[in-house]
């Protein structure tokens, strides 16, 4: 078993559907990394949060440390947030321990 | 601001050649990652490198790889012999002090590596 399992792998929607992607892990961590992989291959980081509730634009990322469990949300999708979304977690070293990743299409 | 850049983007190797991926951090950062990612597969910690200093090599095969990051220039990931096997893309994060896990890291575009 992974450490950090995302779910779902493959997610498909409709322009301005809201999008939930999960993330659970097993260890102990120090923080918790959504990233976002563009199909050109490029990686950007979105969130970094150890506790609560974070907003940027239409994402919105929620983390409970008691469940071991995080949740990236967008809101209002579009096509342009079409990429592979990857949850990380960083423990007491500074390596950081990557999920597989979700992969999400939106269309028009 | 330039970003972490990573070249070169593609790399084709025989089995049996060596290749170099050189990752430049971002201005100010002294901490750098690097990370493969198989084919269909998710990232995986490599090495992280301090200027001058290996901090953790724990994700390095034990054979053919090696990383440093010199006081001068860029950091280099080097994979002698290579084999079909290490075809992947190659990422380099960069952070600006050590605590990379509790601060964004800030990526590269990555290297993707072809062995014929």
Not at chain 1, 39 to 55: A, D, Q, T, Y
Not at chain 1, 82 to 87: E, G, K, L, R
Request: some cysteine; aromatic content about 8%.
């Amino acid at each position: 078993k992974n450490e950090v399992e995302q779910s779902p792998q493959n997610l498909t929607a409709q322009e301005g559907e809201f999008i939930t992607i999960n993330c659970s892990y097993s260890v102990g961590i120090s923080a918790l990394h959504w990233l976002q992989q563009h199909p050109g291959g490029g990686i950007v980081s979105l969130f970094m949060l150890s506790s609560g509730k974070k907003k940027h634009g239409r994402l919105i990322a929620t983390i409970n440390i008691q469940e071991k469990h995080s949740s990236l949300h967008i809101t209002a999708s579009h096509p342009r947030d079409s990429a592979v979304y990857i949850c990380a977690v960083g423990g007491n070293t500074d390596k950081l321990i990557f999920g597989t990743g979700t992969r999400l299409q939106v269309f028009p | 601001n330039a970003g972490v850049m990573q070249n070169p983007r593609h790399l084709v190797r025989r089995r049996g050649q060596e290749a170099r991926l050189r990752c430049s951090p971002m201005k100010g950062h002294s901490h750098v990652y690097w990370y493969r990612q198989l084919p269909e597969e998710g990232l995986k910690f490599m090495v992280y490198l301090q200027k001058e200093n290996i901090i953790d090599e724990s994700g390095m095969p034990k054979e053919r790889f090696s990383a440093e990051f010199p006081k001068e220039g860029p950091s280099i990931l080097r994979i002698q012999q290579v084999v079909r096997g290490d075809s992947a893309a190659y990422f380099c994060a960069s952070s600006p002090r050590q605590g990379g896990n509790l601060l964004p890291q800030h990526f590269g575009d990555g290297t993707r590596l072809s062995i014929l």
